[in-house]
Nanobody, 118 residues
């Protein structure tokens, strides 16, 4: 099971760090992607980190504001989100994934709500 956590409500310009943890399997065996779904919109890929070489991928609109990483024990994947904007509002999910411009998620966890509002 995958579980995303760390969401919340912040003002524009604020930061949040999301965490993705697994139970029942080892995250180190999988590329992990972050996706989000804004109200009334389709789910989109946000960022991804490969398990073999640690390479990362970001949606073009998010580069420079979001950073994906794994902890040293490779049990948790993080998404550091800075300079948040109202359009970043949505439910954020982590999933085992295929990284790249056409990210795909395979095994999904429950999402965490991020709300950016003044």
């Amino acid at each position: 099971q995958l579980q995303a956590s760390g969401g919340g409500s912040v003002q524009p310009g604020g930061s949040l760090r999301l965490s993705c943890a697994a139970s029942g399997f080892t995250l180190d065996n999988y590329a992990i992607g972050w996706f989000r779904q804004a109200p009334g919109k389709e789910r989109e890929g946000v960022s991804c980190i490969n398990n073999r070489d640690g390479s990362t991928y970001y949606a073009d609109s998010l580069k420079g504001r979001f950073t994906v990483s794994r902890d040293n024990a490779k049990t948790t994947v993080y998404l550091q989100m800075n300079s948040l904007k109202p359009e970043d509002t949505g439910v954020y999910f982590c999933a085992t994934a295929l990284c790249g411009a056409r990210m795909e998620g395979y095994y999904w966890g429950q999402g965490t709500q991020v709300t950016v509002s003044s």
